[in-house]
C-alpha cells in the first residue's frame, strides 16, 4: 500500500472525518481533533493556510469570517483574509462559539500545534494546501515544518498524505520531497490520469463525480512510487452515498459525519 490510507484489511474504505470531526466540534480545530480520536476515526483532513507574517494556520475559508468572531474583533479590517491578518491577531480569535457556547474559546490552530495534537492523539493527517496561489513558497513551507516535527521520517510517512486542488502545487511536494505521499483534488480524465501519475498517489474526487470504471481506471495505474494509485471520494455524509461510492471500490470515503458513515459500511 502507499499509505495507511488503503482500504483496510477488510475491504473496506477507510473512513476520513473532514476538517476533523467536523460535525461534533468546531471545523479545522484541536477540539475536532480530539473529537475524531474520541469516536475512535485515526484519519482527519485539514486545510492549511498563511498569514501575514507567514507564519502557517489551519483553516478552510480564505477569510476569518465565518468560523471566527473576527468582525467583533477587528471590525474596520474587511475583508478580514487570512493573509492580511498577523497569527498573534488570529491567535485572539474565537474560532468555536459560532460553532456552539460549550466550545467558546477554541483557537485558530497553528499548523505546528495541530501536528502535535495529532501526534499526541496517534492520529494520521490528510492535508490540504489551500489556495497555494495566495502564498508563493506553501509548499517548501509547510514540507520544512512537517520535517522540523518529525513527519517526514520513515515512521511518519505512512500517516500522511498532502493534498490539493492545484495540481502544480501537488507536483511541487512531490518534486521537493519525493518520499510524501501525494494527492490531487479532482477529477482529471482517464486520458489525463497518465501525467498525473507522475506526481500523484491519489486522485481524490467529489463524489458526484464518480463511476464505478472510473475508479477502475485510477486503481489500473501507478503512481510516482510504482504501486497502484488510490482513490478517496469526498464529501459524503449519507449513508446511501456512502454505501454506493463504497461499491465503487473507493480506498476511501472523507466525510464530516464519520460515525454515520462507518455505520453505514458495517464497520461499526
Ligand atoms: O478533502 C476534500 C475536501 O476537503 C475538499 O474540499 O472545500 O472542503 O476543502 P474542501
Ligand atoms: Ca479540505
Redesign the pocket.
Known amino acids: 500500500p502507499t499509505s495507511d490510507a488503503r482500504a483496510g484489511e477488510h475491504g473496506m474504505p477507510v473512513v476520513i472525518a ?2 476533523g470531526a467536523s460535525t461534533y466540534a468546531p471545523e479545522n480545530t484541536l477540539a475536532a481533533v480530539d473529537k475524531a480520536a474520541e469516536l475512535g476515526f485515526s484519519w482527519v ?1 485539514n ?1 492549511v493556510q498563511r498569514t501575514k507574517d507567514g507564519e502557517l494556520v489551519v483553516l ?1 475559508d480564505d477569510t476569518l469570517r465565518r468560523t471566527t468572531d473576527v468582525e467583533e474583533v477587528f471590525p474596520d479590517r474587511a475583508p478580514w483574509k487570512v493573509r492580511d491578518f498577523t497569527a498573534a491577531e488570529i491567535a485572539r480569535l474565537d474560532a468555536g462559539s459560532w460553532f456552539s457556547p460549550a466550545y467558546a474559546g477554541a483557537r485558530v490552530p497553528t499548523l505546528k500545534e495541530y501536528m502535535r495534537r495529532i501526534e499526541h492523539n496517534h492520529e494520521k493527517l ?1 492535508l ?1 494546501i ?1 489556495n497555494p496561489e495566495l502564498y508563493p513558497g506553501i509548499e517548501q513551507q509547510t514540507l520544512k515544518l512537517l520535517d522540523n516535527e518529525g513527519w517526514l521520517d520513515g515512521g511518519h510517512l505512512g500517516r500522511l498524505i498532502v ?1 490539493s486542488f492545484s495540481a502544480d502545487s501537488v507536483r511541487t511536494v512531490h518534486e521537493l520531497k519525493p518520499a510524501v505521499i501525494t494527492g490531487y ?1 479532482g477529477t482529471p480524465t482517464v486520458a489525463e490520469l497518465h501525467r498525473f501519475t507522475r506526481f500523484t498517489d491519489l486522485i ?1 474526487p467529489s463524489y458526484g463525480s464518480l463511476s464505478q470504471g472510473y475508479v477502475a481506471s485510477v486503481h489500473a495505474l501507478a503512481g510516482p512510487h510504482g504501486r497502484s494509485l488510490e482513490l478517496l471520494a ?2 459524503v455524509d449519507d449513508a446511501a452515498t456512502a454505501r454506493e461510492v463504497a461499491g465503487y471500490g473507493v480506498d476511501g470515503i ?1 466525510t464530516n459525519k464519520p460515525d454515520v458513515v462507518r455505520a453505514a459500511l458495517g464497520s461499526d
Open positions: 473532514h476538517r483532513e486545510d478552510h490528510l490540504e489551500k493534498q483534488l481524490n469526498w464529501t472523507i
